[in-house]
């Protein structure tokens, strides 16, 4: 079993960043590969970044360039660097954790986190 616990989150204006983060419980955290969605109001989930269990990464178009996955498998987080942010960022942004990385990439993860409000204004 793991849990995830996302922070981070808040509003900030077009151009800034933020930093979320995820702390995941349980054993065996560097053995899932993690990742990062979104939802916006009236819109269904969508993938924003992944890593795996060795550092690959992975991100969706909308954010390439932008935004940076990491992971520290000593202190069991994962964290979401988000630079040059936009409106259309807005959203509520969900960690995630699989053992699969398919499973993880179409958005059928195992575990889910509760969620962090992420509000870019113009």
């Known amino acids: 079993q793991v849990q995830l616990v996302e922070s981070g989150g808040g509003l900030v204006q077009a151009g800034g960043s933020l930093r979320l983060s995820c702390a995941a419980s349980g054993r065996s955290f560097r053995n899932y590969v993690m990742g990062w969605f979104r939802q916006a109001p009236g819109k269904e989930r969508e993938f924003v970044a992944s890593?795996?269990?060795?550092?690959?990464?992975y991100y969706a178009d909308s954010v390439k360039g932008r935004f940076t996955i990491s992971r520290d498998n000593a202190k069991n987080t994962v964290a979401l660097q988000m630079n040059s942010l936009q409106p259309e960022d807005t959203a509520v942004y969900y960690c995630?954790?699989?053992?699969?990385?398919?499973?993880?990439?179409?958005?059928?993860?195992?575990?889910w986190g509760q969620g962090t409000q992420v509000t870019v204004s113009s």
């Open positions: 890593i795996s269990s060795g550092g690959s990464t």
């Open positions: 995630a954790a699989d053992a699969v990385y398919f499973r993880l990439r179409v958005g059928v993860s195992d575990y």
